[in-house]
Nanobody, 117 residues
Framework: QVQLVESGGGLVQAGGSLRLSCAASGRLFSIHTMGWYRQAPGKQRELVADITGGGSTTYADSVKGRFTISRDNAKNTVYLQMNILRPEDAAVYYC???????????WGQGTQVTVSS
């Protein structure tokens, strides 16, 4: 069983930066594909970025060049550095872990990001 706890959300002005963290408990963090998703009111949850156990990354087109996902396996933590934030980036951001062998998925409780214009 893996438990995920996000932190780092908050209120920021457009053009500003935030760094989200997702701390994982449980075994085998290093093999999990870790992802950040977001959900704005009235919209579907969407993938923002993910990173495999080997370090390969994927980004949504809307955040390429502005957001960076990274992981520290020694700390069982995945990060999302968000720069040049826009009002449309405002959402609840969720961390997800997926075991590539069992396909079991785990979600965090979410952290709110608000961007003022």
């Amino acid at each position: 069983q893996v438990q995920l706890v996000e932190s780092g959300g908050g209120l920021v002005q457009a053009g500003g930066s935030l760094r989200l963290s997702c701390a994982a408990s449980g075994r085998l963090f290093s093999i999990h594909t870790m992802g950040w998703y977001r959900q704005a009111p009235g919209k579907q949850r969407e993938l923002v970025a993910d990173i495999t156990g080997g370090g390969s990354t994927t980004y949504a087109d809307s955040v390429k060049g502005r957001f960076t996902i990274s992981r520290d396996n020694a700390k069982n933590t995945v990060y999302l550095q968000m720069n040049i934030l826009r009002p449309e980036d405002a959402a609840v951001y969720y961390c997800k872990g997926r075991n590539p062998h069992s396909q079991q998925e785990y979600w965090g409780q979410g952290t709110q990001v608000t961007v003022s214009s």
